[in-house]
């Protein structure tokens, strides 16, 4: 997670440069939400275009992990939008999706359990 925090910052970092010169350095009162929802949409699509195209962000690949569905098929659409939409309030409810891997028989990740995908080691 750290090294795809390293990466995100890069993404986030060139994305908000056409936003900021296009608002003019603004970030205050409904800029500051809407520069909030762009950078979700952005990550969001950071992850969908990765996990669609391979199964894996460059720090998955890196690690040797390859994001499947159900069986080992390639993830849908509709399974990268959901993965993508819970790993959210998993992340910030205090990380409580990544510690459910604790419970979990099969040491997935709540997010991964809600949208029938998993983490697999890749050759």
């Not at 979700?40 to 199964?55: E, Q």
């Not at 939409?85 to 991964?112: K, M, N, T, V």
Request: with cysteine; glycine share 10%; charged share 15%.
């Amino acid at each position: 997670m750290a090294y795809e925090s390293l990466l995100l910052f890069g993404v986030v970092f060139c994305a908000s440069l056409p936003f900021f010169g296009a608002a003019e350095a603004s970030g205050d009162g409904w800029m500051r939400h809407f520069f909030q929802t762009y950078l979700f949409f952005v990550i969001g699509l950071y992850f969908l275009w990765c996990w669609l195209r391979r199964g894996q962000t460059l720090a998955m690949k890196t690690w040797k992990l390859r994001l499947v569905g159900a069986g080992g098929a390639e993830i849908t659409l509709r399974q990268a939008l959901l993965r993508y939409a819970c790993a959210w309030p998993s992340l910030l409810l205090g990380g409580i999706g990544i510690l459910y891997a604790l419970l979990d028989r099969e040491r997935q990740f709540l997010h991964d359990r809600l949208s029938g995908t998993k983490i697999v080691t890749s050759d």
